[in-house]
């Protein structure tokens, strides 16, 4: 069963504009979040991560919001740039635990 | 960016037969991963290593085995490969292992293998 849930397989927005990315999960246990950039042909890289005990975390033109409640977290690129366009994946992760489930990905174009 | 090299980065072989591919690491991190990525599923955990001769299960471990001599390399091995392997295979190490922890993995460039 597949705990960590992307259901936007693409999203397109214009330079400049938001972009906003959304990870749903289904684990009440998951109490660290990350996402995810990959290019192709390249391995993924950390992006920017949360707690659980955190609703907000903030790196530059990156946001990632979280609410438990709904299960629910999100990725806000403001402005977004022709650079960003990658694929992303969220990931969430229990305790000390090693077996850290990701989404399936959401393929990001800006265009310019 | 993190010292990690994976080996080969294609191979394309046939039913049946064995595969090893190959993580090294320069970081000296205590943890390893190996992950596979197939569309539709993101990146799944096969297996991973917390120290020399220790490894453990991930969510999908079936048909795959690793192998772990020396902190920097990390081996994982179809013993009989299947087409339902077909994959792009990722290998990631961390230094603290958990994501509770505040750390963070680090991935290679991938290897992409097919099995006909």
């Known amino acids: 069963d597949q705990q960590v849930k992307q259901n936007s397989p693409s999203l397109s927005v214009q330079e400049g504009r938001i972009s906003i990315l959304n990870c749903d999960y289904t684990n009440s246990m998951f109490d660290y979040f990350l996402w995810y950039k990959k290019y192709p042909a390249e391995g993924p890289t950390f992006l920017i991560s949360i707690s659980s005990i955190k609703d907000k975390n903030e790196d530059g033109r990156f946001t990632v919001f979280l609410n438990k409640s709904a299960k629910h977290l999100s990725l806000h690129i403001v402005p977004s740039q022709p650079g960003d366009s990658a694929v992303y994946f969220c990931a969430a992760s229990r305790g000390l635990n090693n077996d850290m489930r990701f989404g399936a990905g959401t393929r990001l174009t800006v265009k310019p | 960016d993190a010292g990690i090299t994976q080996s080969p980065r294609h191979k394309v072989t046939e039913t049946g037969t064995p595969v090893t591919l190959r993580c090294h690491q320069t970081?000296?991190?205590?943890?390893m991963y190996w992950y596979r990525q197939d569309p539709g599923h993101g990146l799944r955990l096969i297996h991973y290593s917390y120290g020399v001769k220790d490894t453990d299960k991930g969510e999908v471990s079936d048909g795959y085995s690793v192998s772990r001599s020396k902190t920097e390399d990390f081996l994982l091995t179809l013993e009989s490969a299947t087409s339902s392997q077909t994959s792009v295979y990722f290998c990631?190490?961390?230094?603290?292992?958990?994501?509770?922890?505040?750390?963070?993995?680090?991935f290679g460039p991938g290897t992409r293998l097919t099995v006909l």
């Open positions: 970081e000296n991190h205590r943890y």
């Open positions: 990631a190490i961390s230094l603290l292992g958990g994501g509770a922890s505040g750390d963070t993995q680090y």
